[in-house]
Nanobody, 118 residues
């Protein structure tokens, strides 16, 4: 079992920056992918960024160049650094942990609200 604890959500003005953190604890496999998803009102949940245990990253086109995902393997923590925020970034952001080997796991954090507003 894996528990994900998020922090860093809040309210920020357009053009501002905000950082999110997610610490994973429990039975952590070495080969894993940690990710950030978000779900805006009236929309489906979408992937924002992913990073695997080797440090390989992927970003949604809508956030590339503005957001940065990083991880600290020693702490099993994933970070999302968000800059140049706009109101369309307003969403509930979810931390995600996935493995495919040796077993398939898919865990989610509770979600943290990010609001970009004047």
């Amino acid at each position: 079992q894996v528990q994900l604890v998020e922090s860093g959500g809040g309210v920020v003005q357009p053009g501002g920056s905000l950082g999110l953190s997610c610490a994973a604890s429990g039975s952590i496999f070495r080969l894993n992918v940690m990710a950030w998803y978000r779900q805006a009102p009236g929309k489906q949940r979408e992937v924002v960024a992913t990073i695997d245990s080797g440090g390989r990253t992927n970003y949604a086109d809508s956030v590339k160049g503005r957001f940065n995902i990083a991880r600290d393997n020693a702490k099993n923590t994933v970070y999302l650094q968000m800059s140049s925020l706009n109101p369309e970034d307003t969403a509930v952001y979810y931390c995600n942990y996935q493995t495919t080997w040796p077993l398939k796991y898919d865990y989610w954090g509770q979600g943290t609200q990010v609001t970009v507003s004047s």
